[in-house]
């Protein structure tokens, strides 16, 4: 049997065994899922969608690096790419496969951007929405192929 | 001080003008000042009296807080309690439309100027891939008339505030089916004053702050269609336009 585990490892090279199902959880119709980051992504705030999406309870999120959510299915890259924008102070918008404690997964389309208070970045502020399905099908496509080449170099 | 002049988001109902009225004299006797209520007809119109600085303390639509906070220095002091800007986007009761993912990419919807409403409502269309390049939207003064057009099978949907929906009489609501409904919760109107009445606001906060203690305060608040008024923070004001920010581009 294939086990339902999976090894993830950090960009900081810490590792993690996450558990992995292949059942997708439908976006909450007419929300909007809300959280706020530190300036190193630890986890400062979050609305009660993100709670139930996550499948955490709110004391186990804040505090947390947002990393928590990672989908091993999600290339680093595309983190990159969203640091190196909103550390510029610019916003970053994506299709995000995320993981909830449960192992299954649901896909957001997020758009991330810095707090910026008297010129200087204090933080930052996500919002997903429901994402379009056919973008939803194209990414999946193109993550498959990211990770691909990641895993060839 | 010169008597500074009080103003409502446009897209405030016919129904609560009377009571903003009843606001504005409660409130200038609290305060000891005279105010002049001035109203707007249009959103437009508005917009340019504040760039004018015409205007000290405005009960604001969120999307026009924005503005109002990062580019004019206003404060926003207060909120309606437990109230916040939700939309509805409703089809005709016969239509064979079940959910957004049955509506053509060229959708056509009847809309108002509201542009919190209009604004969630076009994110809410975003997962049939409806976009507001592919939306073709017809502008209607009311959500009246909105209401008329959905019936008349002249558009496909409807963005309505919830409120107004759900205060729509009941023979309108009866040919009219509600595909979904926003429960975003963190978008509101606000209260917000000029920076010149900077060494006013935490007069002002106070009184807002005991407006439900007095009689006829709360008189007022009720023909305001509210409670009590919540006071804010700088930060959760600055929240709520990170929040809209991420929706608007
Ligand atoms: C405001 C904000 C929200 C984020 N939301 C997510 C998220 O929902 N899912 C996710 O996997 N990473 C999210 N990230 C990125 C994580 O911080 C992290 O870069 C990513 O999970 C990859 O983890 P790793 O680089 O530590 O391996 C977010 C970052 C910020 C600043």
Request: glycine share 6%; aromatic share 8%; net charge negative.
């Amino acid at each position: 049997m294939i086990s339902p585990f999976v090894q993830l490892i950090y960009h900081d090279g810490t590792m993690r065994e996450v558990l992995i199902k292949n059942e997708e959880i439908p976006f909450p119709e007419g929300k909007l899922i809300v959280s706020r980051t530190d300036l190193a992504g630890i986890i400062t705030h979050c609305n009660p969608s993100f709670i139930e999406m996550s499948g955490y309870q709110h004391e186990e999120l804040i505090g947390r690096p947002h990393h928590i959510l990672r989908h091993p299915d999600m290339p680093a890259a595309a983190f990159q790419d969203l640091w190196d924008t909103i550390q510029q102070g610019k916003q970053w918008h994506g299709y995000v496969k995320n993981l909830r404690k449960d192992g299954c997964f649901y896909w957001v389309y997020a758009t991330v951007i810095p707090n910026i208070r008297d010129g200087s970045i204090i933080g930052y502020t996500s919002v997903r929405r429901k994402p379009s399905r056919a973008k939803v099908q194209e990414c999946i496509q193109l993550y498959a192929q990211m990770n691909e080449a990641g895993a060839a170099v | 001080m010169m008597r500074p002049v009080m103003t409502i988001s446009p897209d405030i109902g016919p129904d609560r003008i009377a009571g903003w009225y009843i606001f504005n004299t409660w409130l200038q006797k609290q305060w000891g000042h005279p105010i002049r209520l001035e109203l707007f007809p249009s959103f437009q119109k508005q917009r340019e009296a504040i760039q004018r600085d015409e205007i000290g303390i405005i009960y604001a639509n969120p999307f026009d807080a924005a503005m109002l906070v990062r580019e004019k220095g206003f404060k926003a002091i207060a909120a309606a309690v437990g109230k916040s800007d939700e939309a509805v986007i409703a089809v005709n009761v016969d239509s064979s439309v079940k959910c957004i993912e049955d509506l053509p990419i060229t959708c056509r919807a009847a809309v108002t100027e509201a542009p919190d409403v209009n604004t969630i409502s076009s994110i809410l269309l975003e997962p049939a891939d409806i976009t507001r390049q592919t939306l073709q939207s017809v502008i209607a003064d009311t959500y009246v008339v909105v209401a008329k057009l959905v019936l008349q099978g002249k558009v496909d949907v409807g963005f309505f505030l919830a409120e107004a929906y759900d205060g729509l009489s009941r023979v309108v609501r009866s040919q009219l089916r509600e595909l979904l409904r926003s429960q975003i919760y963190d978008i509101r109107h606000v209260l917000l004053v000029e920076p010149h009445l900077q060494a006013e606001y935490e007069t002002l906060k106070t009184i807002l702050a005991n407006m439900s203690s007095d009689a006829k305060g709360r008189d007022a608040l009720h023909n305001l269609g509210f409670t009590d008024w919540e006071i804010l923070q700088q930060e959760d004001t600055e929240f709520m336009i990170d929040l809209m920010d991420t929706l608007v581009t």
